[in-house]
């Protein structure tokens, strides 16, 4: 889709207003995780408060605000900024005491119009991945649907994830046109799609649901890892090879969460949720994070950011957080539990500082040297996107 966005500056829509959009994606990270120390045993002020939210807080207030943005610099239309602006406000709602359902319906109409920005960007534009991205969004409704109904983010969990799997493999297919095409491709992505949407239908904590959204999980790795282009990129140097690395990193993690639904269904072992939650959100969605923040941030924010080294130790250190929590749990050791979410804070952490110490601010960002992994939105014309 990164043809459908203008080159000249959206009115209403410059670099300030999208920076205070990031800016209130960020406040939720930052609750989201101390919530989320506060849910590992850390003794915090207000830790407790804060830990009730944190589910809602990572998926719609982080990514809820990051990717309707993203998609409303893609469609280029004013109105999509409601998305982005009222995720944002759930998010301010909520940190200052409000009615959880009052955040949560915040959180219901932002997805109400990311799925309107969906649906004319796919009748702009009609094609598997921009359906994939239209359900994603339904997918993120129906979930603050359920929450704002008063539903346990457990039962409703799944289409929580399938918002953000459905949206990074969305993206992913747009790029795998860039590759030569293999029959039953496009077959097998829709089979995916149908097993991860009766999955989250039924409820991870059934096990009927479990196994068929870890069957889905391992189905769509499956098909990234075949059909990517993140295997060839791979190949290259420098900024390109750390964004693939990112990428296929982050497709092991999705097949092992799916393993784990499939072996250990939530319902039956709080490991299993444990385990394949985090697998996803922090294996998967966190390492695409970091892969694609290379190119979203000048597309969206007009930042400039340059790629360094230390990125894959700061890379490393994040699925290291994510690999001690799964040996932790499967141990029972819960003061490794607690030092996992310590190790994905520095990860973070380090990963904002570095590319804050190498980017400087401009009106206008460069594309990168190499052909570049740009999903959706970015502004990038490089080969790759060609």
């Not at 196994?211 to 900024?239: E, K």
């Not at 000048?298 to 001690?324: D, G, K, Q, T």
């Amino acid at each position: 889709m990164s043809d459908m966005v203008p080159s000249a500056t959206l009115p209403l829509t410059g670099t300030r207003p999208r920076l205070a959009l990031l800016a209130l994606g960020a406040l939720a990270l930052i609750a989201g995780l101390y919530g989320a120390l506060g849910r590992l045993g850390w003794a915090l002020p207000a830790g407790g408060t804060l830990a009730a939210l944190h589910g809602p807080l990572m998926i719609s207030g982080l990514f809820g605000t990051l990717i309707s943005l993203e998609r409303a610099v893609a469609l280029g239309r004013g109105w999509s900024y409601a998305a982005p602006a009222l995720s944002g406000l759930g998010t301010l709602l909520l940190l200052a005491g409000a009615p959880e359902a009052v955040g949560a319906g915040a959180y219901a109409v932002a997805a109400a119009v990311l799925a309107g920005t969906s649906l004319l960007i796919t009748i702009q534009q009609p094609a598997v991945f921009t359906g994939a991205l239209l359900f994603g969004a339904l997918a993120w409704l129906a979930g603050n649907l359920l929450w704002l109904m008063g539903g346990s983010v457990p039962d409703l969990i799944g289409w929580w994830l399938a918002f953000l799997v459905l949206t990074i493999a969305g993206e992913r297919l747009e790029l795998s046109r860039l590759m030569p095409q293999r029959r039953g491709s496009e077959a097998l992505f829709l089979f995916a799609v149908g097993l991860l949407a009766v999955g989250a239908q039924n409820g991870l904590m059934t096990e009927n649901g479990a196994v068929l959204f870890g069957l889905a999980l391992l189905v769509t790795t499956v098909w990234l890892l075949v059909h990517d282009i993140a295997r060839l990129n791979v190949r290259r140097s420098g900024q390109t090879r750390f964004m693939a690395a990112c990428m296929l990193a982050g497709y092991l993690w999705l097949g092992l969460a799916g393993m784990v639904l499939v072996a250990f269904p939530p319902g039956a072992s709080s490991f299993g949720y444990d385990v394949a939650l985090h697998a996803v959100l922090i294996g998967f969605v966190l390492s695409m994070v970091f892969g694609h923040a290379l190119i979203i941030l000048p597309a969206v924010a007009r930042i400039r950011v340059r790629y360094a080294p230390v990125l894959y130790a700061l890379l490393l250190l994040l699925h290291a957080s994510v690999a001690l929590r799964v040996g932790a749990g499967l141990a029972g050791w819960e003061a490794g539990r607690m030092a996992s979410g310590v190790l994905t804070l520095l990860a973070l952490a380090g990963f904002a500082a570095s590319l804050t110490s190498t980017s400087r601010n401009g009106r206008k960002a460069s594309c990168p040297a190499e052909p570049c992994e740009g999903g959706s939105g970015s502004r990038c014309s490089t080969p790759a996107q060609a």
